[in-house]
């Protein structure tokens, strides 16, 4: 694995990826970020998955292991135990490509104008940065998608979403460590964000996770 300088991909090792959809699509989603993975997560991700696409910070790969007609897929991550792990979950045979790259930065070329959908699932939040900084990712994941594409994702809001007892200690130890940048983040600087890219933009907030479509990229 290259020098990670984000801590948000940093996090994300062969331990702490067993762990991760124990701890974070179960016990945190439900009890610290009041929104279900299967009923709220799982089911904005398949609403809004086209035929070719692109996800972005993959995690295990669990929301695409979870959709078995989904093929046409490419995996894009800073970090390599993330690809690996994503790849295995939801079958090689079924993956495009996997891509080792910062959504900070320029997509390569052949990425530009090729996906039906591009997901953002708990990547934003994971960035460092204020909300502004994190446009530019959501600048770099437009330009991958096709001109009747759909931007869609989701992402854990800031200090002024009203995080409960369980949420204000996560969110104080994993700012803290740099696993979280999230404590400006707000679904009005989301929005915004989105409409400097597309036309149509759709925000809703479940608990203190802000769901979001964009479609009808703006050229
Ligand atoms: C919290 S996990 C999200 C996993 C999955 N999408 C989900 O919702 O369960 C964040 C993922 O984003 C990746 N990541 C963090 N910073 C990144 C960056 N700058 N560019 C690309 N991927 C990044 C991490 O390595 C990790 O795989």
């Given at each position: 694995?290259?020098?990670?300088?984000?801590?948000?991909?940093?996090?994300?090792?062969?331990?702490?990826?067993?762990?991760?959809?124990?701890?974070?699509?179960?016990?945190?989603?439900?009890?610290?970020?009041?929104?279900?993975?299967?009923?709220?997560?799982?089911?904005?991700f398949?609403k809004?998955?086209?035929?070719?696409?692109?996800?972005?910070?993959?995690?295990?790969?669990?929301?695409?292991?979870?959709?078995?007609?989904?093929?046409?897929?490419?995996?894009?991550?800073?970090?390599?135990h993330?690809?690996?792990?994503?790849?295995?979950?939801i079958?090689?045979?079924?993956?495009?490509?996997?891509?080792?790259?910062?959504?900070?930065?320029?997509?390569?070329?052949?990425?530009?104008?090729?996906?039906?959908?591009?997901?953002?699932?708990?990547?934003?939040?994971c960035?460092?940065?204020l909300?502004?900084?994190?446009?530019?990712?959501?600048?770099?994941?437009?330009?991958?998608?096709?001109?009747?594409g759909?931007?869609?994702?989701?992402?854990?809001?800031?200090d002024?979403?009203g995080?409960?007892?369980?949420?204000?200690?996560?969110?104080?130890?994993?700012?803290?460590?740099?696993?979280?940048s999230?404590?400006?983040?707000?679904?009005?600087?989301?929005?915004q964000?989105?409409?400097?890219c597309?036309?149509e933009?759709?925000?809703?907030?479940?608990g203190?996770?802000?769901?979001?479509?964009?479609?009808k990229?703006r050229?």
């Open positions: 694995m290259k020098n990670l300088s984000n801590k948000g991909a940093q996090a994300y090792t062969p331990l702490t990826l067993k762990l991760y959809d124990w701890w974070v699509l179960g016990i945190s989603n439900r009890y610290a970020w009041r929104c279900p993975t299967e009923d709220v997560l799982l089911n904005h398949k809004h998955l086209g035929r070719k696409h692109l996800d972005i910070g993959v995690g295990t790969g669990f929301y695409l292991s979870q959709l078995d007609h989904a093929r046409d897929i490419t995996l894009m991550d800073l970090n390599t993330s690809l690996d792990a994503a790849r295995t979950r079958g090689p045979q079924r993956i495009d490509s996997c891509v080792e790259h910062d959504v900070f930065n320029e997509f390569p070329q052949a990425l530009h104008n090729s996906f039906d959908s591009v997901s953002l699932f708990y990547l934003l939040h960035l460092p940065g909300p502004e900084d994190k446009a530019r990712a959501i600048k770099n994941a437009a330009a991958a998608l096709n001109a009747n759909t931007l869609y994702g989701a992402t854990i809001l800031g002024s979403a995080h409960n007892g369980f949420g204000r200690k996560l969110m104080k130890v994993y700012n803290k460590i740099g696993i979280f999230n404590r400006q983040d707000n679904a009005l600087h989301l929005k964000a989105l409409e400097d597309f036309e933009v759709s925000v809703s907030t479940v203190v996770v802000a769901t979001f479509s964009a479609s990229k050229v």
